[in-house]
């Protein structure tokens, strides 16, 4: 397996990665919008990965099995809304009650934490490449 395969993998990791920090940008950005019904509140977004394999050859002729990520699609979660009496909101339903989604603020906070560190580690896994390569070609000159 050639230096060249690492990149593919880690570009679908950034890729999956920079879709997971939208979703929870998303998610923080709604967190306290409100609605005027519980079907009209907004619902958490969250990328489902999955692994995709693949082979590639070697330079003996052979292959060997390579990993790559991809979302394979973004969900809306399906969670209860957030009922508030709230009767002088210009949302409020006719009993008084506004509606809000049931997002953690601190719970995606950590979400971004993990995705920003994991597409931190794949730019150190791509930089390393890069260095391999830089020092490989340095041996043949």
């Known amino acids: 397996m050639s230096l060249e395969n690492i990149y593919g993998i880690v570009s ?3 890729t999956s990665q920079s879709i997971r920090l ?9 967190a306290s919008t409100a609605a005027s019904s519980p079907d009209a509140v ?3 977004l969250k990328p489902v990965f999955r692994t995709v394999y ?3 050859l070697t330079e003996g002729g052979g292959t060997a099995p390579v990993a ?3 979302v394979d699609s973004v969900i809306r979660q399906a969670s209860e809304a957030v009922r508030q009496y ?4 210009p949302l409020a339903d006719d009993t008084g009650y506004v509606y809000y989604p049931s997002i953690s603020v ?3 906070m950590a979400d971004m934490l993990s995705a920003s560190r994991s597409f931190q580690t794949s730019m150190e896994v791509m930089t390393t490449a890069k260095q391999l390569q830089q020092r490989m070609l340095s041996l043949g000159a």
């Open 54 to 56: 693949d082979e590639v």
């Open 68 to 70: 790559k990520v991809e």
């Open 106 to 108: 601190i719970e995606e």
């Open 42 to 44: 907004f619902k958490a």
């Open 12 to 14: 679908s990791s950034l």
């Open 86 to 89: 709230e009767p002088a909101h």
């Open 22 to 30: 939208n979703a929870v940008a998303s998610n923080i950005a709604n």
